[in-house]
């Protein structure tokens, strides 16, 4: 897809508008961790440095179309001018005469952050007249908020249809590393798919055997896949009512020629508690008492030999249930040596999903592969190939 970005726009004395998420871990009115205000300083900075007025449009939690104070962005502000080094404005509403107000006087290169838009009814139904009081303030829209794209929200899709729109540095770093790992990655491509459940992730299962040449599925969900084949899972977590579907995706994989890698062994225990005591099992011999929360050595042996023979990886959901040592080592010896691999530039290694990325984070490695998706629901919606209506409407 190609789609504008910042290299293209003429910026000088322009307005700017620029969707952020800016939906931070706060607590007592302080942010907590501030990795999404990081991400925006470079579309900030180069709009500055081009001349541009900053309006920076968010939202902050779930206010429904009310107001609600306890949801405003103000504490977000001195977050962001620490994380930028320089002062940032507010305003205390995203549309009429206070947003006009604050931009009125503000001088080209400053920073103004508005008021939720999630205030407003019409932010979350894209009403088109909410769409055209936000773009009131602007003469170009920049979206640089990937993680709110699978939502057709009025600053997040129907902005984009008002006035010249581009794609922000963060949303283009994001959709390089996807498009390298999943739209035209160079092959062969592996993918690794775990987490507890086959029910949440069936669309995404279902796209990615049409797409990649080789799949190993892990975690709870890949207990599913053994019972569909006829093995005994015991105690294990299993969506039992999902083994003719689990049968169907077996069947497609075969049709696309994507090669499916099931367990060979597992570790087991009878408790799913930090430090049960657990054993390796062959996948075919389980006991009634036993759950299996863990991939077995064999299994990530093999991972890794065919991540070895792959020239790319695309990763969502861990192997076992890595919050509890020691059910974390398949998935940590996984991701080590895909990050070995990624370092070395053998491999282009793309990883996301909220679990996905506490589980490479404690193992230490996401700093070593190529992009680590923290957009959560969006990543996942793109990885089941669904057109995401923020990324859609920056198309040119
Ligand atoms: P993500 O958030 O990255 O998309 P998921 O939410 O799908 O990942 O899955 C993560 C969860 O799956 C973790 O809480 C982990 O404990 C759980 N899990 C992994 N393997 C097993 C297993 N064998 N049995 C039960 N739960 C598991
Ligand atoms: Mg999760």
């Known amino acids: 897809m190609r789609f504008r970005t910042l290299d293209d726009a003429d910026l000088q004395g322009r307005r700017a508008l620029v969707r952020v998420d800016f939906n931070v871990p706060m607590e007592d009115g302080r942010v907590t961790d501030d990795t999404r205000l990081r991400a925006a300083v470079p579309t900030i900075e180069k709009l500055r440095a081009g001349g541009a007025k900053v309006i920076l449009l968010a939202h902050f939690d779930r206010p429904k179309g009310k107001w609600v104070p306890a949801m405003s962005l103000k504490p977000v502000v001195p977050a962001l001018a620490k994380v930028l080094g320089y002062p940032v404005a507010f305003a205390e509403d995203c549309v009429g005469k206070d947003a006009a107000a604050a931009v009125a006087a503000m001088p080209p290169g400053d920073v103004v952050l508005f008021e939720n838009v999630r205030f407003y009814p019409g932010e979350e139904a894209n009403d088109p007249k909410f769409a055209r009081a936000l773009a009131e303030n602007g003469d170009l829209y920049v979206n640089d908020a990937f993680s709110a794209a699978h939502r057709a929200h009025a600053s997040t899709e129907g902005l984009a249809h008002l006035m010249p729109a581009y794609a922000g540095e963060q949303m283009r770093l994001e959709l390089t590393a996807l498009n390298r790992a999943l739209g035209h990655p160079e092959r062969p491509v592996i993918g690794i798919v775990g987490g507890s459940k086959v029910s949440t992730k069936l ?40 083994a003719e579907t689990a049968r169907e995706i077996i069947r497609l994989a075969g049709q696309n020629n994507c090669k499916l890698f099931l367990p060979l062994d597992v570790v087991v225990a009878e408790k799913m508690a930090p430090g049960a005591p657990a054993r390796v099992r062959d996948s075919g011999s389980i006991d009634d008492d036993e759950r299996i929360l863990d991939a077995g050595p064999e299994t990530v042996e093999r991972l890794c030999r065919a991540m070895d023979n792959s020239k790319t990886l695309i990763w969502n959901g861990p192997l076992g249930v890595f919050e509890m040592p020691p059910f974390d080592k398949g998935t940590v010896a996984a991701a080590r040596h895909a990050a070995e691999l990624a370092k070395a530039g053998k491999l282009v290694a793309v990883a996301g999903g909220g679990d996905t990325v506490a589980a490479l984070n404690a193992a230490g490695v996401s700093a070593d592969f190529t992009f680590v998706s923290t957009a959560g629901g969006a990543f996942l919606e793109w990885m089941e190939g669904k057109a995401l209506p923020g990324v859609a409407a920056l198309a040119q």
């Open 203 to 242: 669309d995404l299962l279902k796209h990615l055997v049409t797409k990649l040449d080789k799949l190993a599925i892990g975690g709870g969900m890949a207990n599913t896949f053994l019972y569909a084949q006829g093995h005994d899972v015991g105690a294990s977590y299993c969506e039992k009512d999902l």
